[in-house]
């Protein structure tokens, strides 16, 4: 059974930093990919950042540079770490993985949230002006 648990988020001024974790169980990176997703009041949810098997990370436009994801192997525990947050950040973070058989057949994209099948509870990110 796949669990994710989050952990890491709070409130911090504009210009302040964050780190998230992700604590997985039945479930590592090497599988297919991990990732964090982030959804925010009224807004759709969206990928912010994934690590593949093969520890090739990517991000998206809105956090490059400032979001580094990475996993510590010995823990089975990812991580987001945040720096230059904005207000336009503020949502609740979730970790995510995919089915791995289903997501190397159909060759799914990691960034997706709809590749997605096993979800975290969420982890509530507040930045103030």
């Known amino acids: 059974q796949v669990q994710l648990v989050e952990s890491g988020g709070g409130s911090v001024q504009s210009g302040g930093s964050l780190r998230l974790s992700c604590a997985a169980s039945?479930?590592?990176?090497?599988?297919?990919?991990m990732g964090w997703f982030r959804q925010a009041p009224g807004k759709e949810r969206e990928g912010v950042a994934v690590?593949?098997?093969?520890?090739?990370?990517s991000y998206s436009n809105f956090v490059k540079g400032r979001f580094t994801i990475s996993q510590d192997n010995a823990k089975n525990t990812l991580y987001l770490q945040m720096n230059s947050l904005k207000p336009e950040d503020t949502a609740i973070y979730y970790c995510?993985?995919?089915?791995?058989?289903?997501?190397?057949?159909?060759?799914?994209?990691?960034?997706?949230?709809?590749?997605?099948?096993?979800w975290g509870k969420g982890t509530l990110v507040t930045i103030s002006s």
């Open positions: 039945g479930y590592t990176y090497r599988n297919y990919c």
């Open positions: 995510a993985a995919p089915n791995p058989v289903v997501a190397d057949t159909l060759r799914l994209s990691c960034i997706l949230p709809s590749s997605m099948d096993y």
């Open positions: 690590i593949d098997r093969n520890g090739r990370t």
